[in-house]
């Protein structure tokens, strides 16, 4: 179903021999440090759909996507590569006012049978699609986990029996995320994915956003405000069509080369408006 090939070029990683938990975080943090978190194809007006092979075509020919776009691609790699790879339906806590909640809002993935002495039942949460959060697969075992500058706990799910619940870093852009450890189907998703492609109350339609993960912190570009969490910290605005283009090709390594030049400047237009409107209110 996809070209494994050129997917891990895209990742640019190689491996060789069986799954192993060491090959399972190679390909990982490959994954979320060389393709971005993004929603730029909303605001471009191209509909998307929750295909992982779809995605998977998209992420080798240069671009990002969301979770369901994400997560499925990568469950499609790690499949190939003889991974046993599990979907599951989650949701995301926004904010402290917003109930935790399982609503389809989040694909999840899972990956067993990979023991090791950290975690001897050999599960793990393994989730491309969280934007600024982990970075490596997290041991589905209870407890406090520290990735670079970033701490994060797994704990039973208050919202669903036999769930667990993944607890941000303060410093993240959501509070967290619960799932249900049942599988789940990809069709499972298309009725929240038309949503938050298409609803004025998305906010992937409100906010065009970019996101890449390293080793020692975050990059987000919301709108047009770029901000580094992390190692260091610091805030720009991208100031002109030329800025924000040379921002996601050097900080996200997100060329648009399937973007034409027509397209790139009704897509600033969008962005500048959107900005305008923003600052206004603040």
Same mark, same amino acid.
């Given at each position: 179903?996809?070209?494994?090939?050129?997917?891990?070029?895209?990742?640019?990683?190689?491996?060789?021999?069986?799954?192993?938990?060491?090959?399972?975080?190679?390909?990982?943090? &490959?994954?979320?440090?060389?393709?971005? #978190?993004?929603?730029?194809?909303?605001?471009?007006?191209?509909?998307?759909?929750?295909?992982? +092979?779809?995605?998977?075509?998209?992420?080798? /020919? /240069?671009?990002?996507? #969301?979770? #369901?776009?994400?997560?499925?691609?990568?469950?499609?790699?790690?499949? +190939?590569?003889?991974?046993?790879?599990?979907?599951?339906?989650?949701?995301?806590?926004?904010?402290?006012?917003?109930?935790?909640?399982?609503? /389809?809002?989040?694909?999840?993935?899972?990956?067993?049978?990979?023991?090791?002495?950290?975690?001897?039942?050999?599960?793990?949460?393994?989730?491309?699609?969280?934007?600024?959060?982990?970075?490596?697969?997290?041991?589905?075992?209870?407890?406090?986990?520290?990735?670079?500058?970033?701490?994060?706990?797994?704990?039973?799910?208050?919202?669903?029996?036999?769930?667990?619940?993944?607890?941000?870093?303060?410093?993240?852009?959501? @509070?967290?995320?619960?799932?249900?450890?049942?599988?789940a189907e990809m069709s499972e998703f298309a009725v929240?994915?038309?949503?938050?492609?298409?609803?004025?109350?998305?906010?992937?339609?409100?906010? &065009?956003?970019?996101?890449?993960?390293?080793?020692?912190?975050?990059? +987000?570009?919301?709108?047009?405000?770029?901000?580094?969490?992390?190692?260091?910290?610091?805030?720009?605005?991208?100031?002109?069509?030329?800025?924000?283009?040379?921002? @996601?090709?050097?900080?996200?390594?997100?060329?648009?080369?399937?973007?034409?030049?027509?397209?790139?400047?009704?897509?600033w237009q969008r962005l500048w408006t959107a900005h305008?409107?923003?600052?206004?209110?603040?």
């Amino acid at each position: 179903m996809i070209d494994v090939t050129a997917y891990l070029r895209r990742i640019g990683v190689r491996v060789d021999g069986p799954p192993s938990v060491e090959s399972l975080h190679l390909l990982h943090r &490959a994954h979320v440090q060389r393709v971005p #978190y993004e929603c730029l194809e909303i605001w471009l007006g191209r509909p998307t759909t929750v295909d992982p +092979a779809e995605s998977a075509a998209r992420i080798i /020919g /240069g671009r990002g996507g #969301y979770c #369901y776009h994400l997560n499925g691609a990568f469950s499609l790699l790690l499949e +190939a590569l003889g991974y046993r790879v599990r979907r599951h339906v989650g949701g995301v806590q926004g904010k402290a006012e917003g109930p935790p909640n399982i609503d /389809g809002g989040h694909l999840v993935l899972t990956v067993s049978g990979l023991p090791c002495p950290d975690n001897p039942g050999g599960e793990w949460l393994v989730d491309q699609g969280l934007g600024d959060a982990i970075h490596d697969p997290l041991p589905l075992v209870e407890g406090t986990y520290r990735q670079g500058p970033f701490s994060y706990g797994l704990r039973a799910s208050e919202v669903e029996p036999g769930g667990w619940r993944f607890d941000h870093d303060p410093r993240g852009g959501f @509070l967290g995320m619960d799932f249900r450890i049942g599988p789940a189907e990809m069709s499972e998703f298309a009725v929240m994915h038309e949503f938050l492609s298409t609803s004025p109350e998305s906010g992937f339609v409100r906010v &065009a956003t970019v996101q890449r993960r390293d080793a020692s912190g975050v990059d +987000a570009m919301r709108g047009l405000v770029l901000t580094r969490v992390g190692d260091r910290e610091h805030t720009l605005v991208a100031q002109s069509e030329r800025d924000y283009f040379e921002i @996601l090709a050097d900080v996200f390594a997100l060329h648009l080369s399937d973007v034409t030049s027509a397209e790139r400047a009704k897509l600033w237009q969008r962005l500048w408006t959107a900005h305008e409107r923003w600052s206004d209110f603040q």
